[in-house]
């Protein structure tokens, strides 16, 4: 069983920058696939990014694909979202999803609770 446990939401003017963490436990960390999706106000959970075991490909939405960055630390267990140019249509909870198996493009074994992201206007 894998804890993920997300930090680094917080309110951000628009144009602003934020780092998102994932801190990982209970499992074998580089054998993960990691992604993050993010899920709005009204909104259904949508896919943001992604990242192999070893970091060597990452994947993006098409709408963050420019502005964010995905990036992954074996050694601490730890996956990152690096968010620049943000925009108030970024605003939303951020989950960081971990699989065994696959990218998590659409879905994931496994989740966190989330983190907010407020952008202000």
């Known amino acids: 069983q894998v804890q993920l446990v997300e930090s680094g939401g917080r309110l951000v003017q628009a144009g602003g920058s934020l780092r998102l963490s994932c801190a990982a436990s209970?499992?074998?960390?580089?054998?993960?696939?990691m992604g993050w999706f993010r899920q709005a106000p009204g909104k259904e959970r949508e896919f943001v990014a992604a990242i192999a075991r070893t970091g060597g490909s990452v994947y993006y939405a098409d709408s963050v694909k420019g502005r964010f960055t995905i990036s992954r630390d074996n050694a601490k267990n730890t996956v990152y979202l690096q968010m620049n140019s943000l925009q108030p249509e970024d605003t939303a909870v951020y989950y960081c999803?971990?699989?065994?198996?696959?990218?998590?493009?659409?879905?994931?074994?496994?989740w966190g609770q989330g983190t907010q992201v407020t952008v202000s206007s």
């Open positions: 209970g499992g074998t960390f580089s054998a993960y696939f």
């Open positions: 999803n971990a699989d065994p198996s696959r990218v998590p493009r659409t879905s994931a074994r496994y």
